[in-house]
C-alpha cells in the first residue's frame, strides 16, 4: 500500500513539472517589498568546519508570485521599492527572469531542462521503468 502512495505521488509530481515546463511563462511588473536572507548551518557544515549556505528571497507585491530566491548579486543590486519585471512558470511559480528597467538582473536558464529531466525521473519511478536497489541505495533500470 505504502508503495502504490509513493508511486502516485511520483506520477503527480512529475506531471506537475513536466506540465510547468510546458505551460507559457507568466510575465509580471512587481515590486520588492522586502529581502530575506536564510543560513543554512546544517550538520555538515558544522562538522566541517564550515560556513553554511546562505539563501537570500525577495518578497513581491502587486501580482500572483509572492516571492522569489534570487543570488547574491541580485540580492544586492535590488532595494526595496524597486519595480521588477519577473518571468514566472505558472504552476510553481518559480522565478525564471528578474529584469529591471528593461536590464536583466537574475536569470535560470536552464530551469526547464532540469524540471524536464527530475520530472522524466519521477514519472519512470512511478511507472516502474526504474527500481531502487535495496542493496545499496542505488536506481536500477528494469
Given at each position: 500500500?505504502?508503495?502504490?502512495?509513493?508511486?502516485?505521488?511520483?506520477?503527480?509530481?512529475?506531471?506537475?513539472?513536466?506540465?510547468?515546463?510546458?505551460?507559457?511563462?507568466?510575465?509580471?511588473?512587481?515590486?520588492?517589498?522586502?529581502?530575506?536572507?536564510?543560513?543554512?548551518?546544517?550538520?555538515?557544515?558544522?562538522?566541517?568546519?564550515?560556513?553554511?549556505?546562505?539563501?537570500?528571497?525577495?518578497?513581491?507585491?502587486?501580482?500572483?508570485?509572492?516571492?522569489?530566491?534570487?543570488?547574491?548579486?541580485?540580492?544586492?543590486?535590488l532595494k526595496d521599492g524597486d519595480a521588477i519585471q519577473v518571468q514566472a512558470t505558472r504552476l510553481l511559480r518559480q522565478?525564471?527572469?528578474?529584469?529591471?528597467?528593461?536590464?536583466?538582473?537574475?536569470?535560470?536558464?536552464?530551469?526547464?531542462?532540469?524540471?524536464?529531466?527530475?520530472?522524466?525521473?519521477?514519472?519512470?519511478?512511478?511507472?516502474?521503468?526504474?527500481?531502487?536497489?535495496?542493496?545499496?541505495?542505488?536506481?536500477?533500470?528494469?
Open positions: 500500500m505504502f508503495k502504490l502512495l509513493l508511486r502516485c505521488l511520483f506520477f503527480i509530481g512529475g506531471v506537475v513539472l513536466l506540465g510547468d515546463t510546458a505551460l507559457p511563462l507568466r510575465d509580471e511588473t512587481l515590486r520588492v517589498d522586502q529581502h530575506t536572507s536564510h543560513v543554512n548551518d546544517g550538520e555538515s557544515a558544522r562538522r566541517d568546519n564550515r560556513s553554511g549556505d546562505t539563501s537570500y528571497t525577495l518578497h513581491l507585491v502587486g501580482g500572483q508570485v509572492a516571492s522569489c530566491s534570487v543570488g547574491y548579486a541580485a540580492y544586492q543590486r522565478c525564471v527572469l528578474i529584469a529591471r528597467d528593461g536590464e536583466l538582473v537574475e536569470s535560470n536558464r536552464h530551469w526547464r531542462w532540469i524540471a524536464m529531466v527530475i520530472g522524466g525521473v519521477l514519472i519512470a519511478l512511478a511507472i516502474g521503468w526504474l527500481r531502487a536497489d535495496d542493496e545499496d541505495g542505488g536506481i536500477s533500470l528494469a
